[in-house]
């Protein structure tokens, strides 16, 4: 099974009670650690770069509560240099006396047109923080290694093309539960704590009860919004999380396949296979779970979308590059493939694992446009390059192929022979990257009105 941000924000909450009974002492070091975590979490969340539109409710909230984060022990980043803004929020002193010491010359900084940027050199030494050990028991080095580890994931995320990016509502959510950890934990820091130490937990949870009443309610955390990393690959191939390990290994299987310089026709066919018994097992969850007006509009445009990736894989017959699909792929679709089958077979035995498993298929299915958006460019560069073959018997007919046609073999295929290829591909691309984009975030609420017919493969 996948560990996504609801998981880590689970194991931390259940962490933190932990915390709240615990009696060990909390050395500077470890609280240092915890720390200098939640900061980078909330920096990845709020920080610059990490918003692209701040007209979205809570963006500016969010941004906000990143940057009166109390002096960090550290910067988020690696950056070499840092505005004068962020060298006060550093250094714990104000915009103008970073510019008065600039000024002055007590400060080196090369002026842009954006204002001056100081180097890092010139902030001074920072404290050696260091991220918590897994060896390290304490409740708060754990704490704060669950966090890091949900910081780790949300920069993963961000950096797969194949996800989406975390929508404001997502991180405001994420940053709000944060801060609800983060407040519990320098309270209860502050009675485990030296006293001399306590200066900083006391600031953090002064800052945290602050920053939280700033922000909205935090929503539930669903689908692509929901960041996971993928199951361990020894998880059991049945159930629900079996059907996740397949989605996972066929996805990374498909796109080993597409890099490859010519790949298998067979691959690019099949990919569009794999994505109309996917969009098929979905439907069938989702008239399982009831079908309402707004439910059956997005059941339409499944089928529509499965009709497209059929025309994409019959536009591919009597034609070949020569290649054939590695071991790899073969054993990870046919996987998929029973994975899928079960599912459409067995009616899930209650709402909970109906809903986890139209969670997977979500993921599944935006999986699944990814990989497509991957094979779709594949036809105009091997019609264009030479290495695509086709029966000579369906080619368009000139003298020569003619005579190669009695012979029954395989000749260059061009742009002639397949007038639809390349439109073809990219029109089931964009029917199925829409289709994830329309599909709701949970099943749950939605009851059911009516016995609907489901899709069939």
């Given at each position: 099974m996948s560990t996504s941000a609801s998981d880590l924000l689970n194991?931390?909450?259940h962490t933190l009670a932990q915390l709240e009974e615990s009696t060990s002492s909390i050395s500077r070091t470890q609280w240092e650690s915890f720390d200098q975590t939640v900061y980078r979490l909330l920096y990845n969340l709020g920080g610059p770069g990490a918003l692209t539109c701040f007209t979205e409710h809570g963006a500016a909230a969010l941004h906000r509560a990143v940057r009166d984060y109390p002096q960090p022990l550290q910067p988020a980043d690696g950056r070499p240099d840092f505005s004068t803004r962020e060298a006060a929020h550093?250094?714990?002193?104000?915009?103008?006396?970073?510019?008065?010491?600039?000024?002055?010359?007590q400060l080196l900084a090369a002026p842009t047109s954006n204002g001056y940027r100081i180097p890092r050199s010139e902030l001074g030494p920072s404290p050696d923080v260091r991220p918590a050990t897994s060896d390290d028991q304490h409740a708060i080095?754990?704490?704060a290694g669950t966090l890091g580890a949900l910081n780790d994931l949300l920069t993963i995320n961000r950096l797969d093309p194949s996800r989406p990016a975390l929508d404001v509502q997502a991180a405001v959510s994420l940053a709000a539960q944060v801060l609800a950890v983060t407040d519990r934990a320098a309270?209860?820091?502050?009675?485990?704590?030296?006293?001399?130490?306590?200066?900083?937990?006391?600031?953090?949870a002064r800052y945290a009860a602050k920053a939280l009443t700033t922000l909205p309610e935090p929503a539930p955390l669903l689908g692509m919004q929901?960041?996971?990393?993928?199951?361990?690959?020894?998880t059991p191939a049945v159930g629900p999380a079996g059907l996740e390990r397949a989605i996972h290994e066929w996805a990374r299987a498909a796109r080993n396949e597409l890099r490859d310089a010519v790949p298998s026709v067979e691959v690019l066919k099949d990919v569009n296979r794999q994505s109309i018994h996917m969009v098929a097992a979905l439907d069938?969850?989702?008239a399982a779970s009831g079908t309402t007006d707004d439910m059956q509009d997005v059941r339409d445009e499944i089928r529509a979308s499965a009709m497209k990736l059929q025309a994409a894989v019959d536009v591919w017959s009597h034609t070949s590059t020569g290649m054939h699909p590695s071991r790899t792929y073969v054993e990870a679709a046919r996987s998929l493939y029973t994975s899928l089958s079960r599912l459409t077979a067995t009616r899930q035995p209650d709402k909970a694992a109906e809903a986890f498993t139209y969670q997977v298929l979500l993921r599944g299915v935006n999986d699944a446009a990814w990989i497509t958006a991957l094979a779709a460019p594949w036809a105009p560069r091997l019609l264009d390059s030479g290495v695509l073959f086709i029966h000579s018997r369906h080619a368009k007919g000139t003298p020569d192929r003619l005579t190669q046609a009695l012979g029954g073999r395989m000749i260059e295929a061009n742009r002639h022979d397949l007038p639809d290829l390349p439109a073809t591909g990219w029109a089931a691309e964009r029917s199925m990257r829409h289709t994830a984009r329309r599909l709701p975030l949970s099943?749950?609420?939605h009851h059911p009105r009516s016995v609907v017919p489901t899709l069939t493969t």
């Open positions: 194991r931390a909450r550093l250094t714990g002193r104000s915009d103008a006396a970073i510019r008065e010491r600039i000024l002055s010359g080095a754990r704490l309270r209860r820091s502050l009675a485990l704590c030296d006293p001399e130490s306590a200066d900083r937990p006391l600031a953090i929901n960041p996971a990393v993928p199951p361990a690959i020894d069938s969850v989702l099943i749950e609420g």
